[in-house]
């Protein structure tokens, strides 16, 4: 025999798995939508780093490095959409080659990837572990200064 309850208990169970799945596809969409029109902008124009969905997932990835990229993400180069790929690059005031940033979004899968570059130490976050988009490649490969 069941218990009374026990129909009510999962109904109540399904209706919060449901909205909470709903509320995580609603925040990620709204990243991409945030993100999607910000092409030849300035990071610093469109408060990128302090937006409360970038600043959230950027904080989640980057743990104790935060603190440190938001400090230092002051020399800015313009957004760029590539790809269905956003772009945020910059870079420690006059020390770019040894210590710079990359914030990128795969807008199709909503997925954040930052790297962080300390005296010249590479360190790579990725929301879901994917490989790596070209760009973040190519930024990892860059010495930021000529040979």
């Known amino acids: 025999m069941q218990h009374p309850y026990l129909k009510i208990v999962i109904a109540v169970f399904l ?4 909205v909470l799945s709903f509320s995580q ?3 990620s969409s709204e990243r ?3 993100l999607k029109n910000l092409n030849g902008k300035y990071p610093s124009d469109v408060n990128l780093l302090e937006n409360p969905i970038m600043k959230k997932g950027i904080r989640t990835l980057t743990k104790d490095k935060f603190t440190f990229l938001m400090k230092y993400f002051t020399v800015q180069t313009p957004i760029v ?3 269905n790929f956003f ?5 420690k005031a006059h020390e770019c080659p040894e210590t710079n940033f990359i914030i990128i979004v795969d807008l199709t899968k909503d997925v954040l990837y930052i790297g962080i570059r300390d005296n010249l130490k590479i360190q790579i976050f990725s929301e879901d572990n994917s490989p790596q988009p070209e760009a973040f490649k190519n930024w990892a490969e860059n010495e930021w200064y000529e040979k």
């Open 87 to 91: 772009i945020a690059e910059g870079c």
């Open 15 to 18: 209706t919060l798995l449901t």
């Open 81 to 83: 959409i590539n790809n």
């Open 25 to 27: 596809t609603y925040k």
């Open 32 to 34: 991409v939508k945030f």
